[in-house]
Nanobody
Framework: QVQLVESGGGLVQAGGSLRVSCAVS????????MGWFRQAPGKEREYVTS????????YYADSVKGRFTISRDNTKNTVYLQMNSLKPEDTAVYYC???????????????????WGQGTQVTVSS
């Protein structure tokens, strides 16, 4: 079955960095665009960033642009989220998600994604 497993979350001080990973199995990874979303307590799930199937196209929410970087390794079926200059407002559970699409369109709507991981907690202390 399809599995998306996030790892690498944790506690970090404001201004610090963290990298989270998402290992994918059970599907043809290169046929899927990948996205990262986050959800803070009491808030709706929020789009963070996405990357197309080849890694040639990325898109970011304004709130993370210039601080976060998404990448993927199709040989390892893994997508990464490098987070720099972290702020307390970045605190949330971070989810990776897969959407079957071979173009360069970036969906920011979580309802369009086909598969989801279980999430990893990222906490940024002030």
């Amino acid at each position: 079955q399809v599995q998306l497993v996030e790892s690498g979350g944790g506690l970090v001080q404001a201004g610090g960095s963290l990298r989270v990973s998402c290992a994918v199995s059970g599907l043809t990874f290169s046929e899927y665009a990948m996205g990262w979303f986050r959800q803070a307590p009491g808030k709706e799930r929020e789009y963070v960033t996405s990357i197309n199937w080849s890694g040639s196209s990325t898109y970011y929410a304004d709130s993370v642009k210039g601080r976060f970087t998404i990448s993927r390794d199709n040989t390892k079926n893994t997508v990464y989220l490098q987070m720099n200059s972290l702020k307390p407002e970045d605190t949330a559970v971070y989810y990776c998600a897969a959407i079957y699409y071979s173009g360069s369109y970036h969906s920011t709507d979580h309802r369009e994604y086909d598969y989801w991981g279980q999430g990893t907690q990222v906490t940024v202390s002030s």
